[in-house]
């Protein structure tokens, strides 16, 4: 069974939909751990009301990222965590995690990678006056949202879309296509060339 690690920071609407689809039978894996790095995550509760082992670790503990993320690493080692889910992880993970995980890091963006990568891309998306956005499951490298893409999902765009509605739309999306990818990985059906992810 794949052993799977989720880094959240907040609400954990995509935790919640892996955990679902786990418990549902449709996902053939298992969540070791989940660790925040606010206190406050509302993600950390969902874990605990599944029974999943989870914990807040402070990154202002910590005098270096390398420290940091040194301390991610271990925790993440020690549950024998083969595959890392960054959902709704507000940090940009450096090429000590990177390589410790090398291939095996995926992260979700609410845009159609790669336009808009970085922080409120649905606002961004609605200045730029796109009429489609959507979101893109892709592994992490020591780029801002810039891995090789695995899958993605696009929605509309309307003209009277405020930033909320639009991330709302966008994050049903997200419930589907999270679970989807790492069930994907879980069959070993992700080949990684270059900077292009084939599906077998
Ligand atoms: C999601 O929309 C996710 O794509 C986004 O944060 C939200 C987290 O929601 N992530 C990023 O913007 C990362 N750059 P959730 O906590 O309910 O899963």
Redesign the pocket.
Known sequence: MLKIGVL????????QAIIDRIEAGELQAEISIVISDREDAY?LKRAARHGIENMYIDPGKFREKREYEGKLVQVLKERGVELVI?????RLLGPYFIREFHQRVM????SLLPSFP?LR?QLQALEHGVKVSG?TVHFADEGM?TGPIILQGAVPVYDDDTEETL?AR??EK?HQIYPEAIKLYSEGRLKIEGRKVRIL
Do not use: K, Q, T, Y
């Open positions: 959240v920071s907040g609400n954990g609407s995509n935790l993600a960054m959902a709704g992880f507000m992260n979700i963006h609410p970085g891309p979101c949202d991330s966008i994050l997200e």
